[in-house]
C-alpha cells in the first residue's frame, strides 16, 4: 500500500515596519523622541495634540509669539521598507535530460525543454524566521525519447509526460550588521512524473528532504539577489508499471542524493510589486530497484519479473516570475 506523507503547515510571520526618522540638513533628529509632536516658541516647549505628523516651529526670540516658519513632516513620506511577505506566479522554462544508466545496446533517454507553471508563498525578513512553498505542474512537456526494446532494438518516439512538484522550506535568517543575509533551512519535498510510452504507462514519485543555505545581498532599494543552493535527500521512492495486458507492478526506488542551485535576482518596481529572474540548474539520481514478479491480469504469474535500472537527470532552466508584496 502506498505511503502517504502529510506536509505540515506553518505559522506565517507577521513583521511589524520599524519607525522612520527623520534628520535636519545638519544630521540631528527633528524631533524629541520623548514628545510625539513639539511646538517651540521663544525656546519653551509646549506639548501638541497627538496627529498624524510631528510639527516643529522655530521663532524669533526677538518677537514674542510671531512664526518666522514652520515645517510638517508626515511619517507615511519616510523610506518604504522592505515588505516580508510575498505571493508569486511564474513560468518556468527548463531543459529536462533524462538517461537511464544500461548496458549497451539497450537505451532508454528523454531530452526536451518543458514549460511549467509555479505558484508559490515566501516570508523573509532580516533576523526572523524564513518561509517557502511552492507547487509546480508542467503544461507543455512532451519529450523525445531514444531508447531500445530488450532485445536492443532502437525505438524512437515522442513521450507524452506530466511533472509536478511540491515543496516547503523553514529556516532562519541571520543578517545583523552583515552586507549579507544568510538563511540555513530545511524542508519536505515531492516530486511526480507520469511517463507515457504509448504502449504501456510509468508513475515515477518519491519525496526529498532539502537542506541548504540561502545567502542574499540587497544592493539597492529596488534590487534584490541570492544564491540558493540545497542537498536532496531522497526517500520512499516507487514506480508503478500500468499494462492492458497485465496487473498493475510497482518497484521500490533506490534513494539517492540530489542538489540544486539558483540565482534569484529580484526588481522591486512598485510598494506592491515585483518581478524575479532565476537562473537554475538541479541534478537528481534514481537508484536501481528489485525484482518484483509480473501478473497477467487473473493473478497468473508470466514467468517474467520487473526491475527499473537506475538513473541520473539533469535540469536546468530560467523561471520568471511576479510577485504581490505586503
Known amino acids: 500500500m502506498r505511503k502517504i ?10 513583521a511589524l515596519p520599524a519607525e522612520a526618522q527623520v534628520r535636519a540638513p545638519s544630521g540631528e533628529s527633528t524631533f524629541s523622541e520623548e514628545l510625539p509632536a513639539v511646538y517651540g516658541i521663544n525656546r519653551e516647549m509646549t ?29 507615511a513620506t519616510g523610506p518604504v521598507p522592505r515588505q516580508p511577505h510575498r505571493f508569486g506566479l511564474a513560468l518556468n522554462y527548463y531543459n529536462y535530460d533524462y538517461k537511464e544508466e544500461l548496458d549497451s545496446p539497450l537505451k532508454s533517454t528523454e531530452e526536451e525543454w518543458i514549460t511549467a507553471m509555479r505558484l508559490y508563498y515566501n ?3 532580516n533576523d526572523s524566521g524564513y518561509v517557502l512553498f511552492f507547487a ?8 523525445d525519447y531514444d531508447g531500445s526494446t530488450q532485445t536492443g532494438i532502437p ?13 516547503l522550506n523553514l529556516g532562519y535568517t541571520f543578517k545583523g550588521q552583515m552586507p549579507l543575509s544568510l538563511t540555513p533551512f530545511v ?12 504502449g504501456y504507462k510509468e508513475d515515477y514519485s518519491w519525496f526529498y528532504i532539502p537542506l541548504g543555505l540561502r545567502v542574499a545581498w540587497a544592493p539597492h532599494e529596488r534590487i534584490s539577489m541570492a544564491l540558493n543552493a540545497a542537498v536532496n535527500f531522497m526517500f520512499d521512492g516507487e514506480m508503478t508499471v500500468y499494462d492492458w495486458d497485465y496487473k498493475d507492478t510497482t518497484v521500490e526506488l533506490d534513494d539517492k ?23 537554475w540548474y538541479e541534478y537528481s539520481k534514481i537508484g536501481q530497484s528489485a525484482y518484483e514478479p509480473i501478473f497477467y491480469k487473473d493473478g497468473t504469474y508470466t514467468g517474467y519479473a520487473l526491475r527499473e535500472p537506475s538513473s541520473r537527470t539533469h ?12
Do not use: C
Open 257 to 279: 542524493i540530489g542538489y540544486a542551485v539558483e540565482l534569484p535576482v529580484t526588481f522591486n518596481l512598485a510598494r506592491h510589486w515585483s518581478i524575479v529572474m532565476t537562473p
Open 47 to 75: 506639548q501638541m495634540p497627538p496627529g498624524n505628523g510631528r510639527m516643529m516651529v522655530a521663532a524669533d526670540t526677538g518677537r514674542m509669539g510671531q512664526i518666522e516658519k514652520a515645517g510638517v513632516v508626515n511619517e
Open 187 to 198: 524542508g519536505l519535498g515531492y516530486r511526480f512524473w507520469m511517463r507515457d510510452l504509448g
Open 315 to 326: 535540469q536546468y532552466g530560467l523561471r520568471a516570475g511576479v510577485e504581490f508584496v505586503f
Open 5 to 14: 506523507a502529510a506536509i505540515p503547515l506553518i505559522v506565517l510571520f507577521l
Open 123 to 125: 516570508y523573509s525578513a
Open 136 to 143: 509546480e505542474a508542467s503544461v507543455d512537456d512532451d519529450t
Open 155 to 167: 525505438v524512437k518516439q515522442t513521450t507524452k509526460n506530466d511533472f509536478r512538484k511540491v515543496e
